[in-house]
């Protein structure tokens, strides 16, 4: 986890002190922003759970959002994040939801948007989303630098919201 440790692990113990949950909507990040907040010891105080949410059948199966509900949202955008961070909060009942969505690369996706495109939201006592854009098609290093940035995000959400 190399970078990620030090700060989910500052959030997993923000998160505990405040006895708060955390809910996991991650798509091109793929699994990463989970397994760095469930590698604090004492995960289970906070995160209630998350899934790697890649495809329009992960969409409709595990968020339960059917097409109706994103006609006029696209992929990788805020308001798709926003839906899904807010989708995932609600169903396993958490004080936060987090959720990415994005293009990791070496091409862009089939909307237009480049390789290292993601739309990070947070949806709980504070909502936020916001657009990374790395500028490079390495997929793993924008795998790893979505995760970075969606963690970095609650941490400042969850700074605002005391």
Known sequence: MNELDSLAASLGALLKERKETIAVAESSAGGLICAALLAVPGASAYFLGGGVIYTQAARRALLRVPDESVKG?????????????????????????????GATGPTGNHYGDSAG???LAVAGPVERAITLETGHGDREKNMWAFAKRALELLETSLGKSR
Do not use: D, N, P, Q
């Open 73 to 101: 949202i696209r992929s990788s955008t805020e308001a798709y994040a926003l839906l899904k961070a807010r989708t995932i909060r609600e169903l396993l009942g958490a004080t936060w939801g987090l959720a990415e969505t």
């Open 117 to 119: 495109h993601a739309c």
